[in-house]
């Protein structure tokens, strides 16, 4: 793994936001990849939030959930003001994040997307979300995480 900069690195140099890198080594095609990646953080995996790309009513959202549950579709679909949620499709998300299945971060994407970040993130004093990379979380602020997306607060996860 050369340099480990991505766009959502370097987004947040540019702010002069504080944030740490965390490399790990996790098969992206491993049952329960979430949890396996915060087992090899040694972190809660309360802690370690995945990003999800979805669709609410035709616009593309970001939602942000601890991979300890799953999204709830309904829950998103109302905190932002929308009727039907669905997951994404791989491709599209890939292509408008300009990050691949594994590695979407919520921050750096190449088209800014809404997002929602689950209100679990405001129990924890920083937080763990994909640093663009498979391989790379970011470790900052759930506040920090909330001011460059712009995200809203809401209860999105479902415990599986």
Known sequence: ???????????????????????????????????????????????????LVTEVDG?????????????????LAAAVGGKRAALADRAVAE?????????ISPLGQRKRLPTVLDSSALDFPTIYVSAGRRGLQLQLTPADLITLTAAHLAPLSTSP
């Open 95 to 103: 292509r408008v994040t300009g990050y691949v299945r594994g590695g």
């Open 1 to 51: 793994m050369a340099g480990q900069g991505t766009p959502a690195t370097a987004l947040l140099a540019k702010r002069k936001i504080t944030h740490s890198t965390h490399p790990y080594d996790v098969s992206p095609d491993a049952p329960n990849y979430g949890g396996l990646v915060a087992e090899a953080l040694g972190v809660p995996p309360e802690r370690v939030f995945k990003s």
């Open 59 to 75: 616009v593309l959202t970001v939602a942000v959930v601890p991979v300890t549950g799953e999204l709830d579709l309904k829950a």
